[in-house]
């Protein structure tokens, strides 16, 4: 397994990548730093878990609710540019709360 080093929003990680499968894994990355970046700008989060966890949540969302296609080949959560709608101030209530309740998801 290769390895590959990467930046998100600022800070260094390795990352064990197959071969063959860099692009994938920087396309990956790239919407991962824009996504916890965006976050970040809006100034409503400062934490850093935070801003993974709704980072997280936000391109799972965008995952989640695109076309299923039976012939489609893989591709990244959330294309550059790709706008998600979502409540962030409504995601950030449910992490307080589930950070409260012990870490169970609510």
């Given at each position: 397994?290769?390895?590959?080093?990467?930046?998100?929003?600022?800070?260094?990680?390795?990352?064990?990548?197959?071969?063959?499968?860099?692009?994938?894994?920087?396309?990956?990355?790239g919407?991962?730093?824009?996504?916890?970046?965006?976050?970040?700008?809006?100034?409503?989060?400062?934490?850093?878990?935070?801003?993974?966890?709704?980072?997280?949540?936000?391109?799972?969302?965008?995952?989640?609710?695109?076309p299923?296609?039976?012939?489609?080949?893989?591709?990244?959560?959330?294309?550059?540019?790709?706008?998600?709608?979502?409540?962030?101030?409504?995601?950030?209530?449910?992490?307080?709360?589930?950070?409260?309740?012990?870490?169970?998801?609510?």
């Open positions: 397994m290769k390895q590959i080093e990467v930046t998100i929003m600022g800070q260094s990680y390795i990352l064990g990548c197959p071969e063959g499968g860099e692009q994938s894994l920087l396309e990956a990355v919407n991962v730093d824009r996504e916890m970046s965006a976050i970040r700008d809006a100034g409503k989060v400062k934490a850093r878990e935070r801003i993974a966890v709704l980072a997280a949540l936000n391109l799972a969302f965008a995952l989640a609710e695109r299923v296609s039976p012939a489609a080949a893989p591709v990244s959560a959330a294309p550059a540019g790709a706008d998600v709608a979502v409540d962030v101030d409504s995601l950030i209530r449910r992490i307080d709360q589930s950070l409260a309740n012990d870490g169970q998801l609510l």
